[in-house]
């Protein structure tokens, strides 16, 4: 079941124009009614993050904690954002992964759906249990890759041989704007090899050469289209096979993981979708090449993988491509985010920098 609440607290100046601290104010409220829903007696709140989604971390006086994630509304639908708990779900039962858990509504509900007068449309609010545990950058180990090599092995198999309930819906990690990627669905029990190599589509890639030209250059929409033709030539080569092709965390890098006595634990589940297995795998790694140790965290990380799931040697020769393909689509995320009060003051300087390295990729190719 999903709930729905309404508030009644009026206000003038438009949510989308307000500066942070104004839109945390309103929803401060709007994550206070989602929490009546669930059976936590005087939850206390404070702001985790607040980007594309907004998250509070709650705790109540017996000491639990818990994190409530409020959606954007633009993200991911209702369907999406309940099949992303229905694989956690799966993943709790049939693994022992330490992911994020979903505490059900008191309806046993996985979500719910709040509003509030000064935010325009309802919200999607899910509550999750609190993972203790470290996160590490420039003092990961190659012993911490491998955990985490291992875990993102692990997560594949699971995926790999997982029957997807009835009407299960995740997009494309693979496309290259938020539009197509979150509204697009994959089903791999009746979707075609030749659909799945329509990616990115052409209303994709014409959305995004339209954006960098009228935002950035046309010189630079010259380097992304450049990339687009590489990208799309090597994911033809790897194939949508079964056995390189599933549902994928898709956005595993160093704040998305962490550490607990010996363990991996992995959170932020909601940018999961369908693509290549490789995908994962590049983002750790992209996100790490800064660190003076890399080479050994690189390889610690494919051997750690190696222990749970087969990965081809050959198949590393792809990651470059795949380095390319998120830093085009971190280009996109900044542009399609330009608006938003993190990044009004920035966005063209992150851009810049995206492409930059997108150009150097292209041209070590």
Known sequence: MTARIMDGAGSVQSFETLGHRAQLHRLRRLAYKALQQ???????????????NTTFHVWIASGERFVLRIHRPEQHTTEAIRSELLWLTALHQDTKLYIPQPVLTKDGGLLTIAEVDGIPEPRVCVLFRWLTGRFLNRSLTPTHLERVGMFIGCLHEHTAQWSYPPHFVRGRVDNLTST????SRVDLRTTSLTDLEKHPTDEDVERCLRLVAELCSAEDSVVVLCAIHQIRQVLAELGYGAGVFGLIHADLHQENYLFHRGSVLAIDFDDCGFGHYLYDLSVTLLEIQHLQQYASLRNALLAGYRQARLLPSAHENYLDTFFALRHLQLVMWVLESREHPTFRSEWKRWTQDELQRLRLLLRNA
């Open 38 to 52: 669930y059976p936590l007696p005087q939850p206390r709140l404070a702001l985790l993050q607040h980007e594309h």
């Open 180 to 183: 197509a990627r979150f509204i």
